[in-house]
Structure formats: C-alpha cells, structure tokens
Nanobody, 114 residues
C-alpha cells in the first residue's frame, strides 16, 4: 500500500505562485508513475502533470506555467505553479500508480482570486 499526503495549497492572487508537495510512504518501491490531478466544482477530475517512466507529461492548460519534479530520496513529488489563473482553482490530488493499482491522496485546495 502507498500513502500519499499533500501539502502547500492555499489562497493566492492571479499571477501568483504556489508549490504543492506530495509525500509518499509505505511500499513505495515500484511506483512507475506519480503526479497531480485536479478537480474543480462541477467538473471532472483532470490530469495536471505526471512523471511516468522518466517522461514528464503536462496538460496543455498548464504548460509553461507549472513544473513537476520528484525527489526520490525524500519520496516526494512537487508541483511548482506560477502565473496562476482563477481557472486553476481546484482541489489538487496526488496520484501514484504501482503494479496496476492507483493510489490517491486526500487533496489540497488551491484557490486563485481574481
């Protein structure tokens, strides 16, 4: 089992920055993909950014503004978010895939005020 705990969400003005962290614990060996999804009120959950088998994938809506990175020594993945827009407001949820199973964190709220 993999446990994911997110932190770093909050309220920020348009154009501001935030850094989210997701700490993985438990049986982390063999995680082949880890990243971030988000869900805004009334909308489906969508991929934001993921590191999968060494490849980094971003949603078109965040390319050039968000950067995902991973610290293997700390079992932590980060999402640096810059030039934030009101449409980035959502609950951001960390996801890890291991041996065909998906693990999810509890989520952290990001609110961007206009």
């Amino acid at each position: 089992q993999v446990r994911l705990v997110e932190s770093g969400g909050g309220l920020v003005q348009t154009g501001g920055s935030l850094r989210l962290s997701c700490a993985a614990s438990g049986s982390t060996f063999g995680i082949n993909a880890i990243g971030w999804y988000r869900q805004a009120p009334g909308k489906q959950r969508e991929l934001v950014a993921v590191i999968s088998s060494g490849e980094t994938i971003y949603a078109d809506s965040v390319k050039g503004r968000f950067t995902i990175s991973r610290d293997n020594a700390k079992n932590t993945v980060y999402l640096q978010m810059s030039s934030l827009k009101p449409e980035d407001t959502a609950v951001y949820v960390c996801n890890a895939r291991q041996r065909g199973l998906n693990y999810w964190g509890q989520g952290t709220q990001v609110t961007v005020s206009s």
